[in-house]
């Protein structure tokens, strides 16, 4: 069976990617530990991107996986947002 991304989930996806990147991760020279929050998005949106190309890929869906783990660490993400958003992509099946 053909496996397809779950487009279903893209908006939850594409609401927490653009919460991290509108409420600002730090500055530059900025000490404050959220200040590597930028780089997280970086990563999430390119491999999102790359995930939504190819959903088939298992590398691109387990990058895609790492990447959004680690935007999780961002501390201005709500407990709720952190939690749709962890659950949404623990139902996300790179097998």
């Known amino acids: 069976m053909k ?8 908006p939850t996806l594409c609401l927490v990617a653009s919460l991290a990147l509108n ?7 900025d000490p404050d530990p959220v200040a590597n929050c930028d780089n997280f998005t ?14 088939e890929n298992k ?3 387990l990058a895609f996986k790492s990447a959004a783990a ?5 501390p201005h993400l709500t407990a709720a947002h952190k939690k749709e958003y962890q659950d949404t992509v623990n139902s996300i099946d790179c097998d």
């Open 42 to 55: 970086d990563d999430f949106e390119t491999t999102l991107n790359a995930y939504i190309a190819d959903p």
């Open 23 to 29: 409420l600002g991760c730090g500055g530059d020279g």
């Open 70 to 74: 680690e935007l999780l660490d961002c």
């Open 3 to 10: 496996k397809t991304f779950s487009f279903r989930l893209l």
């Open 59 to 61: 590398t691109k869906c």
